[in-house]
């Protein structure tokens, strides 16, 4: 039994990239209408790998969350192709994924174990597993005991492990992360930042990550790409993070050689950030 099952996970997955966007592009209609478009991003090839933990920098604006749209099947590239584990999306939903928003998405009306368990109750699980599931993974955020609590009696690190439970509890195989923890205090976001760690190398999802900061991006990463300002933004530099793991997310910045890929990746980011902001005041 074990050996089918393990034979269909094979099938299931074959050995291609787990995300490869191909040559792709998104325009949007531009604000200065007449049919003129604004080109957000253009030809970007990428590849997330399959257990690979991926960070995505760049200047605010130039595309990030776009990337990750497409991605997660929410946006359809004006060319180009979208590929998970091999198969081309084609406009439908990423079913292997589950995307961690940059703003809460915890239903208010609902109670933090209830909203961890809709997912699984919306996939077919039945309630009462669905609920099992979602107190398990409530413990393993850190929520041990606040199941009851509705999003408005939570604090917003707190918000933020319902949502990573809520994401988790899926068992999804691929992570979409937008700026998760941006707006959290810089020691519960630390904080958050190792459990994340520790929740991910126990079965090692493929995560791809957004992020504004760079050292988040260095101390939680296998690799950090560099975006180029917009518009028609595309990948300019990617940086294989060779720092050991396991990390504790502060200790690992004091390193010397997270303040040398520090230095090597700024120094390409800093110049995209300059030019964001030229554009902006022009
Ligand atoms: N639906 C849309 N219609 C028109 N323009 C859009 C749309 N979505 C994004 N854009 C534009 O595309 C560009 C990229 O947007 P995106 O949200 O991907 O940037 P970002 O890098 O995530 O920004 P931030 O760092 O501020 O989150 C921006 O100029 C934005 O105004
Ligand atoms: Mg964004």
């Known amino acids: 039994m074990n050996v ?32 003129k478009t604004y080109t957000a991003i253009r030809d970007v090839t990428l590849t997330v790998n399959d257990g690979e933990f991926l960070s995505i920098v760049g200047p605010t604006g130039c595309g990030k969350s776009t990337l990750l749209n497409v991605a997660a099947g929410l946006m359809r590239p004006s060319s ?37 368990a809709a997912g699984l109750i919306f996939h077919g699980t039945p309630k009462a597993e669905a609920l099992e599931v979602a107190r398990d993974w409530l413990v393993r955020v850190g929520l041990d005991g606040h199941g009851h609590k509705y999003p408005h009696q939570m604090s917003g690190g707190m918000r933020k492990r319902a949502g990573l439970a809520q994401a988790l509890a899926l068992n999804p ?55 180029s300002a917009g518009p028609a933004t595309r990948p300019i530099a990617e940086f294989d993070i060779d720092l050991d793991r396991p990390r504790e997310v502060a200790d690992i910045r004091m390193t010397q050689r997270f303040l040398q890929l520090h230095a090597a990746i700024w120094d390409v980011l800093k110049g995209e950030v300059l030019k964001s902001y030229a554009r902006t005041r022009s």
């Not at 998104?26 to 049919?35: D, H």
Request: glycine residues 6%; hydrophobic residues 45%; negative net charge.
């Open 80 to 116: 180009g192709h979208i590929s998970i584990f091999g198969k081309e999306l084609q406009g439908g939903l990423n079913r292997d994924a589950s995307y961690l928003f940059q703003a809460d998405a915890l239903m208010p009306w609902k109670n933090a174990e209830d909203n961890v």
């Open 173 to 227: 195989r691929i992570l979409l992360m937008d700026e998760p923890f941006s707006a959290l205090d810089i020691q519960t976001r630390q904080l958050m930042e190792n459990e994340l760690l520790q929740l991910w190398a126990a079965d090692r999802k493929s995560v791809m990550f957004v992020t504004h900061d760079l050292e988040e991006a260095i101390a939680l990463s296998d690799r950090v790409v560099v975006l």
């Open 4 to 35: 089918l099952k393990h034979k269909f996970a094979e099938q299931r997955y074959p050995a291609s990239p787990t995300i490869n966007f191909d040559a792709v592009t998104c325009a949007f209609a531009s604000n200065e209408g007449g049919g």
